[in-house]
Every structure is written in structure tokens, then in C-alpha cells.
């Protein structure tokens, strides 16, 4: 992602680059300037006027309206005096005031008309720049073919000027850029390269260079990226463009994830942007900077920090309120993120949002659709208004009674304009509030509607368990109870010890059962205390293990254990004892007679691995796929016939959660299974 990439078209450097330094200087003086105008005006031909309506256009330019009414005086007066260079121009003049204002369409239409009237005045120049512009606003309403071929006629006419040459190039370059043909692309920057060489045109080879580093990063060609992001950088350093070299800078720093041994290198030349950025006063490019270093974190796994950096990162967009794309792909990494981490609750709100501003997206177009029609409708009423105070200007002197009238009906028509436009934009905004109380209520419909269906699931697990799971036990206690109690001298030693064996096993279901039906309970009314502390392993595992023994020599299964005696963890002592009675009992359950069954533990970064392997049954792909969910169908007997509920797992689940951790299954079927989690070593800081 290359996230700076300067967005001025080289074609437009001629036109605009000075345009905005000067526009403070030229702001202050524009009104007395306009004054004397207006003064000289008064007293010159019509002819005179041309020029003078073309000076006053160009003064208030920062005023698209009233610039706008007095290029269309000029233009009249050009065709009725038949002036040929001032026609043309005023028609020129038209298109760029459209073509400032983002009217594309409009622009091109003025652009077309011009072109003629320069052709007659065999003006090569100016028609090279109508075709630029041409090829520009194409550009800019993704009409990739058409822009292509303003610029080619363009360059036809510019054989003699390498400058325009050049531009007109790159901008080509650009068009293939966007379509994806990247090396049509990097042909034409290339050949723009070569001609700012021969006429040694510093700034714009530094801004090719940059479009070829551009070009090569889509391409996934880093290498070649790094070169070119590096000359651009020296050249924008040898002509002091601080700002466009903070701009290489982080285009470098976001091609360096590319290779996995950069990554570090990536975050430093974040840092170094950042720091041109303070200098040049641009805050509002910290979200990107942090952006950027949140992904190169979370390609290193540093979850934790990649998170802080996203973070800031969407405090900073919406302090500076940035573009919603800049949101859209913070939340998108937040999700990822999360969900890597296994917080898979926290991934899924963070995706709601990615999608949510990616609909705000649409509906911030859609605004600034209704804006420009806005903007329209006002710049016409402008032009109306001026023209109604020039034509009462030249009849001040022979008829002052009608021009008090006109202006009393010039501002009750302006105050009923207004209204009209209030009136308007109200309805406009209490409809967009009324649809974001409609939204808003959806939402939290759709949020009890999921919140209902997993209690529904839960509820309807409970009467499973109470109805078939708890009752089947009790059944067999019962039974062969009864027996005992009545025909106890009529059955042999052995068929007694086999009675025994049998209600011995199903009070253990029992009990367990119970068990986890009382822990589960607690944790979903709230009442389930959380008291993380730093445990040795060695006593969550002897305590966990201490009340199966009975159950494993019962089948011959054989416990091993794999750990390092001074092993802590850093996690709720009691939970952690259930999810490993719970895994190491459904191991015993499931493995076949004369089997094993191995707990190994070990320290990976800031985390303890956990793994319980049996050498039982194993478990289908589909079933994994199914295990942990409380609406599971997932539920099987063990190798000598025991019961089994399905709820120790989701408690598993719950508590693993809750202790900062993950649990996941890996089994073949046949060949046994091991379950799998993790918890934190130590506290975090």
C-alpha cells in the first residue's frame, strides 16, 4: 500500500504550482485592485473592457462565481468586437474555472471549444495545454482510454518542447498505472526520465522517480522500488522539497515488509518521515505513520503493539478528521489483529466498523453530489446578482427610482433564495438524522436478536443436559443398585465387582457433570470470581490430575507428563485446573484400554503452549470444525460407554478466554487427538 503518494498531476506543475504560494500575497491586494478596476472600467471602450473584465476574472478567482461572471463579460465583448485572442482565451478561462471546481464534464466541453479558436490562431502551445487538461479530467473520471488520447494529440504538438514533452508522458504513465499495465506504465515514466535528463529538470525527474517507485511497489518488484523511492529521495533533498521527501520517505517504509528481514528498517524510515512531517507542521499525518507501523507490527507478531499503534492511529484520523479510507483500513488491521490474537469478539465489532465506514464512504459521496448542486445553484444566483448591479450601475444617473426599487427586489428575492435554501438543507438533515435513529435502532435489534439466540442455545444445552446427560447415570446407579440391594446373593463375585465397576463409573459422570454444570453456571450469571496470579505449573497440573488417577488405572491408560519443574504461568489457579481436568477426563473417556495419554507443557515468548495427546478415537474434521460452540451437536460416548455432555469443552472455551489465551484441536480419525491452549507466562505490563 503505498499511502503518500503525492496526488498533483505533473501536467498541472505549469499552472498551479505557483497558484497556492501566492494566493495569501495575492488575497490581500485583490480587493483594492479590484477597486481601481471597476474605477478604469467606467471610463475605457468596449474594446478596453475586453482586458480589463479578463484581469478582474483572474483577481477574484478564489471566488469561482463572481470570477466566472466577469470571464462571461469579457467573452461577450470579445464576440461582439470580434477579438479573436481574447474569445479564445475567455473560452480557455472557462474551462479552468470548471476544471478548479472539480467539474470535469463541464471543463472538457470549454476545453473542446477552445481548441479550434487556437488552431486558427495557430497557437500550438495553448492547444497542447487544452489537450493536457483534456486528458486530465478524463483522468479524473476514470475514462482511462479517452485521457490516453488527449494526451497522445498532445504530444504530437509538443515534439519541439521537452518540458511539456515530459509531462505529458508521465501523465500517460500514470493512466496505464491506474489500469494495472505497469509496464506500459514504467515505459512512458521512463521516457519522461530521459527527456527531464537531457534538459536537466531536477524536480520533475525526482517526481518520475517517485512514480517509478510507485509503479514497481503494485508491481510487488521491491527491489526495483527501493531504487527509484531512493533516487527521488536524493533529487526532492538536492532541490530542499522537505515535503515531498517525508512523502518518499514513507513510500520506502512501506515497501520494506516485502522483505522479512526489513522489517525494523520499515519502522525507522516511519520515524524518520514522521519526524519531516513535525517539521513541516503536518500532524495531521501521524494516523498514517501509525498505520503504517501498526501493519509492520503485526506482520512481526507483535500483536499487542500493533494494536496500541492502530489505535492512535484512529484517535489521530478522527481528530484530524482524515479521509474515511485512512479509517476503513485502520479498523480492517485492528480486526485482523484481534483476531490473530484469538479475541475473536473484539475482531468481529472492529470488522462492523471496517464495514460501516466503508458504507459512510458512499454516503459521503452522495453528500458531496448534493454539495456541488448546492455550490451550482449558488454560483448562478451570484451570477445574476452581479449582473443585476452592473446594469444598475449604468443606469444610476437617469434612473435612480427604478434601481432603489430593483435593489429592494434584488434582496427580498436573495432573502427568499436563502430561505428556500435553509428550508432545504433542514429537510435534508433531519431526514439524514431520522435515517441514522433508524440505522441505530437496527443495530441494536439485530445485536438482541444474536444475544437471544445464544441464550436460546444455551438454554435449550441446560434442558439436555438436565432432561438425558444427568438422568442416564442416575439410571444406571439406580438400577444396578436396586439389584444388589435385593439379589445380592444370587449374582456371582464377579458380576457383583462388574456392578460395582458400573455405578462407580457412573458417579463419576455424575459428579463431573455436576461440576461443570456448577462452574459453567457461575461464569454465565457473572458470579464466577476472576483472580489471575503467578502459579507454578507443577500444582495446577498434580491438582487437575490427582482426582483421574483412579479413572486411568480403571482402563490401564498410562498418564505421562513433559515439563520444566520451575514452568509459571499467569492465570485464575481454579479455571485453569477445570480446563485441564476437563481435557485430560475426555482423554481418558476416549482412549481405548492399555492407551497413553501425554501433558506437555512449554514456555513460547510471552506464552505457556499446553498440549494434552491421546492415543484414542480421534475426531473428524467436521467435528473439530464444531467443537466450542454451545449449539454443538458434537457429542459422542467414550471407549467403554461413558456419557458425555459437550459442556466441558465450551467451558474450556470460556475459561481459556478469559485467562487471555487460545484453544484449537488437531486429530486424525483413528490415531487420537491433541488439544491444545495457551495461556500468559507472566503478567502483562
Known sequence: MNIFVFCILPSMKRHLLFFFASLFVFTSLAQKQTDSLLHLCEKSTDIQKTNIYFQLSRLTIQDSALSNAYNKKAYQLALANNQLP???????????????????????????????????????????????YIGISNFNMSKSKEAIASY???????????????????????????????????????????????????GSLAVDYDYLGAAYARMKIPDSAVVNYHKALHYFKKIKRTDRYAISLSNIATVFPNYPDSLDKAINYFNLAWKKFQELGWLHYEADIQHGIGKVLAKQGKYDEAISSYKKSIELAFRFKREFLLKKQIYQGLSEAYQKKGNYKLAFENQILYAQFNDSAVQKQNFEQIANLEKQYESNRKENEIIQLQAKQELTNIQLADNKKLKILGFIVSILLLG???????????????????????KKIEKSENELRLLNSAKNKFFTIIAHDLKNPFHTVMGFSYLLSKDYDHFTEDERRKFAKDINQSTNSIFRLLQNLLEWSKS??????????????KRILDNSVSVLHTLAEQKNIRLKHTYNSDLMIF????????????????????????????????????????????TGIGLSEEEIQNLFHIDSKVKRRGTNNEDGSGLGLILCKEFVDKNSGTIWAESITGQGSTFKFTIPAEAAQ
Open 524 to 537: 454465565q450469571t457473572g458470579r464466577l470470581l476472576f483472580s489471575p496470579i503467578e502459579v507454578e505449573f
Open 152 to 202: 497522445l494529440e498532445g504530444l504530437k504538438l509538443s515534439k519541439n518542447d521537452p518540458d511539456y514533452s515530459a509531462e505529458l508522458l508521465a501523465n500517460i504513465g500514470l493512466v496505464h498505472d491506474e489500469m494495472d499495465n505497469f509496464s506500459e506504465a514504467i515505459r512512458y515514466f521512463r521516457k519522461a526520465v530521459s527527456l527531464n535528463q537531457s534538459i536537466r529538470d531536477t
Open 571 to 614: 492465570a485464575d489457579p481454579s479455571q485453569i485446573e477445570t480446563v485441564l481436568r476437563n481435557l485430560v477426563g475426555n482423554a481418558i473417556k476416549f482412549t481405548p484400554e492399555h492407551g497413553t495419554i501425554e501433558i506437555e507443557a512449554f514456555k513460547t515468548g510471552n506464552e505457556v503452549l499446553v498440549s494434552v495427546t491421546d
Open 86 to 132: 481574447e474569445l479564445a482565451k475567455s473560452v480557455y478561462y472557462s474551462g479552468k474555472i470548471c476544471f478548479t471546481s472539480r467539474n470535469f464534464t463541464e471543463a472538457i466541453k470549454f476545453y473542446e471549444k477552445a481548441l479550434p479558436l487556437f488552431r486558427q490562431l495557430s497557437d500550438t502551445m495553448n492547444m497542447t495545454t487544452c489537450y493536457s
Open 420 to 442: 428556500l435554501v435553509m428550508v432545504i438543507l433542514f429537510k435534508y438533515f433531519e431526514k439524514q438524522k431520522s435515517n441514522d435513529l433508524l440505522e441505530e435502532k437496527n
